[in-house]
């Protein structure tokens, strides 16, 4: 009889996987589902009205012409080009540097005291206001050079991206099975052979959403860049000189007492946001394309 039983058992848990579930349940996860849904739409409705509210307002004024010409023509190309040379070099500072110390952290000093305390001090940075990293690059990179620059600018919006890209590595390397690991040592490669060739590869995608947050954020801060670069109406000449930005830009036509450029503060949000989210898609196709391959 129990023989019976037994055998009978996997077609009975065959059976119950085909048994429509109860009421009850029913009704429970569809009404969870529809809340999900409906918390979502809830949730894009702020999202969706700024962008709606900022091409309404600012499609009408753009020019082709204004991508060539300088704030002081109307234009806003010594801004975009501001914006990307300062986010660029904020990105040589704080990318390598923001990869190898997650690398360090998750991956060569677990458990070490060194390692809390990196991650310690990696934490309360970032929530530290930009203002305060506006002002520490001042004291060490304009007083030094007696002179706002790009390169000051840059500085401080390396000091913003740094703990994102510090700690978004280190927990994107956490997320990857230690199967992986063991399976690499398995084969006979290296302790640096598996971390490099084997655990950063497969981290890649997260890795480089941490750098894309990082940019994003980068490349809309004001306050870090009025105490660094401060401002130009005219191209910069160089590195070392006071250099033009999009939010900085933003910031001037607000204050500015003409009603005709305190407008344009539309379009230059249109340009803004074009350009963070240009950023973001060029590398998220450059990163697919390289997993692919």
């Given amino acids: 009889m129990s023989s019976f039983q037994q055998s009978k058992a996997p077609e009975d848990s065959a059976a119950e996987l085909f048994t429509p579930l109860p009421i009850k349940r029913l009704l429970f996860n569809s009404g969870m589902t529809a809340l999900a849904f409906a918390l979502t739409g809830l949730a894009l409705i702020p999202l969706l009205s700024i962008l709606w509210e900022i091409l309404r307002r600012g499609m009408s004024s753009i020019r082709l012409n204004m991508f060539v010409k300088s704030v002081i023509d109307d234009g806003f190309g010594n801004a975009i080009l501001g914006t990307l040379v300062m986010v660029g070099i904020a990105s040589l500072l704080s990318i390598p540097l923001g990869v190898v110390t997650g690398i360090f952290l998750a991956e060569f000093g677990r458990g070490t005291k060194i390692v809390n305390f990196v991650r310690f001090v990696t934490m309360i940075l970032t929530g530290v206001p930009s203002i305060i990293a506006g002002v520490f690059a001042y004291g060490v990179i304009v007083l030094s050079a007696k002179g706002f620059s790009a390169v000051a600018g840059g500085f401080a919006l390396a000091v913003i991206m740094l703990p994102i890209i510090v700690l978004t590595t280190e927990e994107t390397l956490k997320l990857i099975p230690n199967d992986q690991r063991l399976a690499s040592a398995a084969l006979g490669a290296t302790r640096f052979q598996t971390i490099f060739r084997v655990i950063v590869p497969a ?43 999009m939010s900085v830009l933003i910031f001037n036509l607000y204050n500015d007492p003409s009603p005709e450029r305190n407008r344009l503060i ?24 390289r997993i692919k391959s």
């Avoid at 941490?210 to 860049?225: D, I």
């Avoid at 230059?268 to 989210?277: E, G, H, P, R, Y």
């Fill in 203 to 245: 981290a890649i995608p997260g890795i480089t959403t941490g750098v894309l947050l990082a940019v994003a954020r980068a490349a809309g801060e004001t306050a870090p860049l009025l105490f660094t670069a401060l401002f130009s109406l005219d191209w910069s000449q160089d590195l070392f000189s006071p250099t033009a930005s």
């Fill in 266 to 289: 539309w379009t230059a949000s249109i340009i803004l946001l074009t350009l963070v989210v240009a950023i973001n898609l060029s590398s998220r196709f450059l990163t697919q394309k």
